[in-house]
């Protein structure tokens, strides 16, 4: 991989969360290099959420299942960090097809294209979820993985998927597995805006049966910073781990909210549990820290800002709830 000024990165999935987040941070970190988003454009990848920096990148609107729309857009590309995927459980649970097609068939779409063309590094962007409920310890990138919902289980197969194109092909892949992200531009599915921007309007918030799951929050930049750290330092054929060690209850995230807000917790609502709900969460990033990342924002501030953030870009989010 080229280490001068001028590396061309394609970034599939840009213009969603964690995507829009992740340009941001190479503009910001690498000001000489190229950037090329690709995104589908569905509900939650909103050309809205690189408005203010179009002008900057190139931006392909397309879909990684199309073979053609990732060729163009790979045209002069070195590396591929590939967010692309659909990423809500509850939406895995109700209708699986899309994610397999995604996630599964749209990542075996992308590494084909980065074999033909021997691109130097393709870093696929994984998650947590795919080792399952951890009843006690953290998880470490040996282990099994096993995956509850369609969603994680589409996301283990594009790792797997990933990592047969490093051991069959050679193709510099490396994966990485974050922990729950949370910040600006988050779609409001998911938990923290969705309490957010509900509390905000005084409505009730649906915690999922006693809201003693468990889960690591991790916010959205610092997974940046790490995923950066992967692309330069990683090692093809390696999968990294990525969390914050903050391990928090979903009604102790509720009530975090609840207070930065000045609301009572009367809005809290304890509703069915959701199909299939691991309990815990948890991993292990020594790994990665090992090769020089840590968070550098504390939940609590993170938390606070992502607050600030919504209250402050009511014109982004209206109308999505």
Known sequence: MRQDNNMRLLITGGAGFIGCNFVRHVLEAHPGYEVVVLDKLTYAG???NLTDILKEITFVHGDICNS????DALKGCDTVVNFAAETHVDRSINDADAFVRTNVLGTHTLLEAARKLNLQKFVQ??????????????????????????????????????????????LPVSITRSSNNFGPYQYPEKLIPFFILRAMRDEKLPVYGSGLNVRDWLYVRDNCSAIDMVLHKGQPGEIYNIGAANELTNLNITKMILSHLKKTESLIEHVTDRLGHDF???????????LGWKPER????????????????????????
């Open 280 to 290: 815990r969460y948890s991993i292990n990033s020594s790994k990665i820290r090992a």
């Open 46 to 48: 909103r050309r809205e």
């Open 125 to 170: 962007i994984g998650t947590d979820e795919v080792y399952g409920s951890a009843e006690s310890g953290s998880f470490i990138e040996s282990d099994p993985l096993n995956p509850s919902s369609p969603y994680s289980a589409s996301k283990a197969g594009a790792d797997l998927m990933a990592h047969a194109y490093f051991a069959t092909y050679g």
């Open 68 to 71: 053609d729309d990732v060729y």
């Open 298 to 321: 504390s939940f609590e501030s993170a938390l606070q800002d992502t607050v600030d953030w919504y209250i402050k870009n009511e014109e982004w989010w209206c109308g999505l709830l």
